[in-house]
C-alpha cells in the first residue's frame, strides 16, 4: 500500500512553546489528508481536514488558531501545536488519501507523533 | 456514516483463526465496511474493505452477511503480531459521504502463544 511518513516520530517540549508536525506522502499526491489525535486506551479522534491549497476543516471544539495546519503542497501537510499545554500531550496521527485507488480509496495513515508537554 | 458495534475484546490462539465480529444494522446500501488495526503505538493499518460481496486479500477475509447488517473480518492464522485494536467502520462512497474515517472503540484482539 502507500506509505506516509511523520516527522517527527516523538517530541518533548517546554510548555508554552510551539512544535511542528509534518506528514508526508511518500509515493502518491494526496489533495486531502487528515489529522487525528489520541490520548493513552482512547480511539482516534480526527481533529481537521486538510486540503491542499485552502484552509483545513476542523471538527467541532478543535482550536483552529491554537492547531495551524498548513498543506502547501500534494505531498506535505503540517500541524503546529501552538503555545503547547500538558493537557496537549498525545498521539498525533495523519492519514492520507490515495487517489490512485478506486472511488471507493482507502485511507493510509503514518506512524504517529507521541508529543509529551513539560 | 452508520455506527458500528464490536465486541471490546477477544483472545485467540497463535495459529489459530481469529473471528472479528462488528454489528452494522443501520448501514445503508452505498456504504462499504472498512477494518483497520493499530498496533500498540502505531498509526492504523487498513486491513481490507467490502460492499457487499466477500473479499480477501493476503491479511485477512471479510464476510458480509446478505442483509448486510453485520459482518465478520477472519485472520486465518492469527500470530502474535496480529495482537492489536481492530477497528471496524462503515463509511459511504458517493460525492456527498464524509471523506473521513470515524473511528469507535474496536475490539482488543490478544493472541495468545
Known amino acids: 500500500g502507500a506509505v506516509v511518513s511523520q516527522h517527527p516520530s516523538r517530541v518533548i517540549c517546554k510548555s508554552g512553546t510551539s512544535v511542528k508536525i509534518e506528514c508526508r506522502s511518500l509515493d502518491f499526491q494526496a489533495t486531502t489528508m487528515f489529522w487525528y489525535r489520541q490520548f493513552p486506551k482512547q480511539s482516534l479522534m480526527l481533529m481537521a481536514t486538510s486540503n491542499e491549497g485552502s484552509k483545513a476543516t476542523y471538527e467541532q471544539g478543535v482550536e483552529k488558531d491554537k492547531f495551524l495546519i498548513n498543506h502547501a503542497s500534494l505531498t506535505l501537510s503540517t500541524l503546529t501545536v501552538t503555545s503547547a499545554h500538558p493537557e496537549d500531550s498525545s498521539f498525533y496521527i495523519c492519514?492520507?488519501?490515495?487517489?490512485?485507488?478506486?472511488?471507493?480509496?482507502?485511507?493510509?495513515f503514518g506512524p504517529g507523533t507521541r508529543l509529551t508537554v513539560l | 456514516d452508520a455506527k458500528t458495534t464490536q465486541p471490546t475484546s477477544m483472545d485467540c490462539a497463535e495459529g489459530r483463526a481469529a473471528n472479528l465480529p462488528c454489528n452494522h444494522s443501520?448501514?445503508?446500501?452505498?456504504?462499504?465496511v472498512y477494518w483497520y488495526r493499530q498496533i500498540h503505538s502505531q498509526g492504523p493499518q487498513y486491513i481490507i474493505h467490502?460492499?457487499?460481496n466477500n473479499e480477501t486479500n493476503e491479511m485477512a477475509s471479510l464476510i458480509i452477511t446478505e442483509d448486510r447488517k453485520s459482518s465478520t473480518l477472519i485472520l486465518p492464522h492469527a500470530t502474535l503480531r496480529d495482537t492489536a485494536v481492530y477497528y471496524c467502520i462503515v463509511r459511504g462512497s458517493g460525492a456527498g459521504s464524509a471523506r473521513q474515517l470515524t473511528f469507535g472503540s474496536g475490539t482488543q484482539l490478544t493472541v495468545l502463544p
Open positions: 467490502g460492499l457487499k
Open positions: 492519514s492520507a488519501r490515495d487517489p490512485r485507488g478506486p472511488q471507493y480509496n482507502e485511507q493510509f
Open positions: 443501520t448501514i445503508s446500501g452505498n456504504e462499504y
